[in-house]
């Protein structure tokens, strides 16, 4: 293979994919924006996730344990008060006043929690196995292309682990990565009535004004779903829309809810339309009216905002900031628009027309990489496609992008600016991987075979200098080689 095509080659594995490793030149080989293309048609399941529960069962398994929890918590309160209770009658009178209160506070609250480390919650390990699984499909991957896109859709639709844990691993297999390489309005309509995403955005209990719920409960109108489907996941900002819009759609999103567990254990936590929390009527939005009087009408709103001229902008603009550039090139985002619109929103097609422009291979590897991009190149390098999720979540969580906890429903940014600043931190993760790798990565080996010597001059030259083998790694790791695609 000649050196241009050595340096074409990983270019396309750091820019698109997860970056080199052991092996993945040859995956590439001579046709770079081939070889992209060629792995999105290979399936994008996950064969290990049948092992996982659903995330409606994740929801069922937290919510038994809360209750069971909370149960315990109260027996457990219960069985000090008669204790104290029956001591408090062998205590003289003035033993009673000085003694008591203070006694039955502290047993009640060590019962309490006792009883409550008794029911350790489930959500945790659910999301680590869920972690897990998804790194390890990233670090195995030939080039990543793939995964690489279901990183992108999973932090554009973004869901928090903060708020729902046990539901955020799973949300993100059956919404996000089932449709990554399908039509937008299918990843839409999927992400959308998930119920990780109803719950995220805290429209389980919103309610029409005029809705049964409303009247009875004097409840109201919760307008998040709404306005984050039009400034996040469509439109963008500033787009034409305006307030009466984003009313009228969180009107329409009203009754989109999950089973509540404890009305049926079987079905607790999967989506569900609820006609009594539903505002009746026709609602208008973006000029347009929409009559249904059930799902169907947030259903057709979608669809109508997963076809508007905007968003095509939107989701091209974002994905070539994110592959390409903080500012990509506007005939790209041009291109993959029209692409978006011509093939009526078939995400695989706008992801083959973004690798297949020039456009999108001419700027040098400038862009800074984010946190969870970069140490999965670091360990790709090396060739290990295990990982500890504990330490794995640990560290992206010290270099400030946990896994699926974004601080906002914006997700997390993609720009340099954003990031620079804890570029420092990541010299830690680096120095603690190195040693930890020491004794069976050798960073001559990395920069001669997984990367085809494809690597700074001077680069080379401090790793050739180095004091020992940990700071030879942990400068290769902390490179531009490995910092910017």
Not at 69 to 94: I, Y
Not at 153 to 177: L, P
Not at 448 to 465: C, H, L, N, T, Y
Request: glycine share 8%.
């Amino acid at each position: 293979m000649s050196n241009s095509a050595k340096a074409e080659a990983v270019l396309a594995l750091h820019r698109f994919g997860m970056g080199p490793r052991p092996g993945s030149i040859a995956a590439v080989g001579s046709d770079p924006r081939g070889a992209l293309i060629a792995e999105l048609d290979r399936p994008l399941t996950l064969t290990a996730a049948a092992g996982l529960p659903t995330s409606a069962k994740a929801y069922r398994t937290v919510a038994d344990a809360n209750a069971r929890r909370t149960a315990r918590v109260k027996q457990a309160q219960q069985q000090a008060k008669k204790q104290q209770m029956a001591a408090a009658q062998a205590m003289s009178e003035d033993q009673t006043q000085a003694q008591g209160q203070a006694q039955d506070k502290d047993a009640a609250e060590m019962a309490a929690k006792q009883a409550a480390e008794a029911v350790p919650d489930p959500g945790r390990p659910m999301y680590l196995q869920e972690a897990k699984l998804r790194t390890e499909a990233a670090l195995a991957a030939d080039i990543g292309f793939a995964e690489r896109l279901v990183w992108f859709w999973s932090n554009h639709f973004c869901v928090s682990a903060n708020k729902i844990q046990s539901m955020s691993g799973a949300y993100e297999r059956e919404a996000v990565r089932a449709n990554a390489l399908g039509r937008f309005v299918d990843l839409l309509l999927a992400v959308e009535g998930h119920p990780a995403m109803l719950f995220y955005l805290d429209n389980l209990e919103s309610m029409g004004a005029n809705s049964i719920a409303g009247i009875n409960r004097s409840r109201g109108l919760n307008e998040n779903i709404a306005r984050e489907i039009m400034e996040l996941h469509t439109l963008g900002v500033r787009t034409g829309y305006t307030q009466d819009d984003v009313i009228s759609f969180a009107n329409v999103m009203t009754g989109w809810t999950l089973v509540p567990p404890g009305v049926d254990p079987q079905h607790g936590g999967e989506f569900t339309f609820n006609p009594r929390l539903h505002e009746p009527g026709g609602q208008t939005v973006l000029g347009k009216r929409y009559e249904q009087e059930d799902a169907e009408q947030g259903r057709a709103v979608l669809r109508d905002l997963a076809a508007h001229p905007a968003t095509s902008t939107h989701v091209a603009t974002k994905l070539a900031r994110h592959f390409v550039a903080d500012e990509p090139p506007p005939a790209l985002i041009e291109l993959m628009a029209k692409t978006f619109r011509d093939t009526e929103g078939d995400l695989k097609q706008v992801a083959i027309a973004m690798v297949s422009s020039d456009d999108a291979w001419r700027g040098p590897p400038s862009k800074l990489k984010r946190p969870g991009e970069w140490v999965a190149g670091m360990v790709r390098a090396t060739g290990i496609t295990t990982v500890d999720p504990v330490r794995y979540t640990g560290g992206q969580e010290l270099l400030g992008e946990a896994l699926w906890r974004p601080s906002a429903p914006k997700g997390y940014p993609d720009d340099e600016a954003s990031w620079i600043d804890g570029v420092g931190r990541r010299l830690d993760i680096a120095n603690n991987f190195a040693e930890r790798i020491t004794g069976m990565a050798d960073p001559q080996i990395i920069i001669e075979d997984v990367f085809a010597s494809e690597i700074a001059p001077e680069v080379k030259q401090a790793v050739g200098r180095a004091e020992s083998r940990q700071q030879a790694l942990a400068l290769l790791f902390m490179s531009a080689d490995f910092q910017r695609r």
